[in-house]
């Protein structure tokens, strides 16, 4: 029952809140949330505890008949791929409702309540192993997101709001059609089952178009990215956090775990294309980000970018590739979050994300500006932090995939690096250039704990990865088992 518990428990502290709560600001409903957060973090923590690394299957299994006419069933289950997302949602959604204790004070309860049920839908998507539970999932996570952006966001959030739903909702109808199909060929709605299924290649490649629709929309790939910046700029802090450490996540998961195993002749047939598709990515959303003069924008391109290492490393198809990329996603929740957190602080003093604005930032805020300087370092891959364990472990299964391609994949770190470097030279150092940034006051305890809990974490998975991959190796392994053995 603990995936069950991890799922629900954040849920129905949400509907409580919901239910329950006013339209005027209360510490009360802030607490609720906060407790609420909590116990569901503490919920996914017996998943690592407990966790067999020799076994490469599925764990803390439950299953429960749900629509027994059509074989389909509240199942439930994780492997090494996906039990750190679990753990990494619940972990983040902590942060979210901290980041929101002092800043949001409209319609306070349905703020949190909203986090909450996101956190627990999202997590009810890496744990789904019934197909038809998976799609409830991953489509009802554009509900509360939808609101979180059009009740909360900027100036133009109904236009960033539907564009997010239209672009991600049209994506997942043509993989809606092929799970209809696989359930035509095989009468389960059993992933594990559609993994073993005999399918030639016509049906594998319309198949892996069919799913990329909904996951290239959600990662986001180049060419189908253009939703993400507008979204990022005009969605509240915490939106733009959970955005882009979790929910950029699950298309990459759903790669994992429909794309490759589903059709892996397909996979591989197609490999070239995704490659290419990833170092478009890489390279030249990068070069993008160079321009931008709003900061959110800047490292949305620069989520984009880095989560082309993500799509690069999984169609490698060599051990080294896949693990890279499944860390770069879990270090990349990290440190993409706690930079948007950084930006919230910088907006909750200043109500400005330009980065003409500012200047001289470290005068004022000597604290503040070393935690953004680390995750800024991070960003670019620096030695030491998460940014260089997942980019670098890509980047050699490139090179030993193909020089070239190596090489390319390099140049991001390059690029990385000038965007990076650029924002905090022109934010933090230099002279103070306006009464607005002479005025700023350093983090308070609420935005001090965050920073330096998130420094940890990227500091720790920096210099000893170790805990991580050792759970991750065996499931790629079994997954690559599984798409060696071509069904034609």
């Avoid at 009468?187 to 892996?208: C, G, K, Y």
């Avoid at 470290?362 to 620096?382: D, E, I, K, S, W």
């Avoid at 920096?462 to 690559?480: E, F, Q, R, S, W």
Wanted: proline share 4%; glycine share 8%.
């Amino acid at each position: 029952m603990i995936l069950s518990y991890s799922i629900w428990t954040p849920i129905v502290f949400g509907l409580i809140i919901l239910f329950y709560g006013s339209e005027k600001p209360s510490a009360g409903v802030r607490w609720l949330a906060l407790i609420g957060s909590i116990l569901g973090f503490i919920a996914t923590l017996p998943l690592i505890i407990d966790f067999d690394i020799a076994n490469p299957g599925m764990q803390f299994v439950e299953k429960l008949s749900w629509i027994p006419r059509y074989d389909i069933n509240y199942y439930l289950g994780v492997d090494g791929i996906s039990v750190w997302f679990i753990v990494l949602t619940a972990f983040i959604n902590i942060f979210v409702v901290i980041a929101a204790w002092e800043v949001i004070d409209t319609k306070v309860s349905q703020y949190m309540a909203s986090f909450l049920i996101l956190s627990g839908l999202m997590i009810g998507v890496f744990c789904a192993l019934d197909a038809l539970l998976f799609y409830v999932f991953f489509e009802a996570t554009l509900i509360p997101m939808y609101i979180i952006i059009g009740v909360w966001g900027g100036h133009n959030r109904i236009y960033a709001a539907f564009k997010f739903f239209l672009y991600t909702l049209l994506g997942s109808l043509l993989t809606l059609v092929a799970m209809l199909y696989l359930y035509n060929v095989t009468n389960s709605f059993d992933i594990l089952v559609w993994q073993n299924a005999r399918l030639d290649i016509v049906e594998q490649i319309l198949l892996f178009f069919a799913f990329f629709m909904a996951f290239a929309v959600k990662v986001p790939m180049w060419p189908l990215h253009t939703w993400l910046p507008d979204v990022h700029v005009e969605a509240p802090t915490g939106g733009s956090v959970v955005l882009a450490a979790i929910m950029l996540k699950l298309g990459a998961y759903g790669f994992l775990r429909f794309s490759l195993p589903i059709a892996p002749d397909a996979s591989q047939y197609l490999g070239p294309f995704i490659i290419f598709l990833s170092l478009v990515a890489v390279i030249y959303v990068g070069a993008v980000a160079l321009v931008q003069k709003d900061m959110k924008k800047l490292v949305a391109y620069s989520s984009v970018a880095h989560m082309g290492f993500v799509t690069l490393g999984f169609f490698l198809f060599s051990p080294l590739g896949i693990e890279g990329g499944i860390v770069q996603m879990i270090s990349h929740g990290f440190v993409a979050g706690a930079m948007f957190l950084s930006i919230g602080v910088l907006y909750d003093r200043m109500h400005t994300r330009q980065i003409a604005d500012y200047g001289g930032v470290v005068h004022r805020m000597p604290a503040f500006t070393a935690f953004a300087v680390l995750m800024a370092m991070a960003n670019c891959g620096l030695p030491a932090t998460s940014g260089f364990v997942g980019e670098f472990m890509v980047i050699l299964a490139a090179v030993d995939y193909d020089f070239v391609i190596g090489l390319l994949a390099a140049t991001a770190l390059i690029l990385s690096a000038a965007y990076s470097l650029w924002m905090v030279k022109r934010v933090f150092f230099g002279p103070v250039t306006n009464s607005q940034v002479e005025a700023l006051k350093d983090l308070n305890a609420r935005e001090y704990f965050m920073m330096a809990v998130l420094s940890i974490c990227v500091i720790g998975m920096g210099v000893y990865p170790k805990p991580v991959t050792d759970i991750i190796h065996p499931a790629v392994i079994n997954l690559l088992q599984h798409v060696a053995v071509s069904k034609l």
